[in-house]
């Protein structure tokens, strides 16, 4: 599948995403993690990249930052290539030290913004890294500890942060923690790591709502956000670069929805794209054909593949829609 093209303008707010390749560590020890990060403020000084949240894991990193004037490429080519010549020269290794291209997710700030700080901040946790939101709070190699007041980093906006939970610091500190302790209760958020309408709507039972009211979203996976804003996005881009989403881009939004649907009903999306005629499997084909056809405008052929019945099959299913 070719690469999509990067969207990007000074001032575009993005989720990216970095791995080290094979799932390979990206860091070993607190100097490497302290080189990443002085090449991270450095390069944010050099291009006017304004960062928000970020998370260092072993093997991956999350930003949510704001691409100052000279891009985001730059900005992630002036931390990876250095980082990685140092790396290799340190431990003795060769070769690739991190996964194909970065990641990068341009999203709406409302109501993203917050949602994504959180997210990002919380990453430690989830990975198990530390044991507590308190023992977060001390964190150095996340900048929840930078809100929170506890770790200096001179690169990291955390006024912007603070400013979209109160107008004075103590309140708004306090409304912070409270936010990322009620996001900690929704767990992995599978919606803020990627584009398309799937993610964007918040999931497959909200993207089938939508169709029911007759409300037809525009979606990319490089964009997180409302159908609105995807289109003003990519409005703005070049019109060859506009020309090279939509059936890449629908395919992906498919193969999310068929596991996100398999997991919500409880049954394995191997065995329904393997052709299993039972009733519970029956039903989520059904739900999953109207979507793929009606929804993100997949052909039948597509649609039957990826469930495991005939292109006939699929035919009949819209037919009594």
Partial sequence: MPRGARLDAPG?????????????????????????????????????TTIY????????????????????ATFMRKILTGYAVAFNR??????????????????????????????IHLNPLRANLVGSLEELAAYPWSGHAVIMGNVECEWQDRDYVLA????????????????????????QQPELTGGGLLRSAGGWSEVLSMRQRGDRQYSDQRILGSGEFVEEILDEAEASVKDMIPVASRRADAVDALGLQCEAAGISSETLKAGCRRRE?????????????????????????????SRAAVSKIISRS
């Fill in 12 to 48: 575009t707010l993005h989720h990216v995403m970095v791995r080290g390749i094979e799932r390979g560590a990206i860091v070993v020890d607190d100097q490497d993690r302290e080189d990443f990060l002085f090449r991270v403020g450095k390069a944010a000084g050099q291009t006017g």
């Fill in 53 to 72: 949240a970020w998370s260092l894991m072993s093997n991956h990193a999350h930003f949510l930052l704001k691409s100052g004037s000279a891009g985001l």
């Fill in 90 to 119: 340190r431990h003795g290794r060769y070769g690739h030290l991190f996964q194909n291209r970065y990641k990068s997710i341009i999203c709406e700030e409302e109501p993203y913004f917050v949602k994504l700080v959180s997210y």
């Fill in 164 to 187: 979209a939970f109160g107008r004075t610091e103590k309140p708004s500190i306090q409304a912070y923690q409270e936010f990322v302790r009620e996001q900690c209760k929704l767990g």
């Fill in 281 to 309: 499997y029956s039903n989520v084909r059904k739900q999953l054909a109207k979507l793929f056809i009606l929804e993100l405008g997949l052909t039948c052929a597509d649609a039957a593949r990826m469930l495991g019945i």
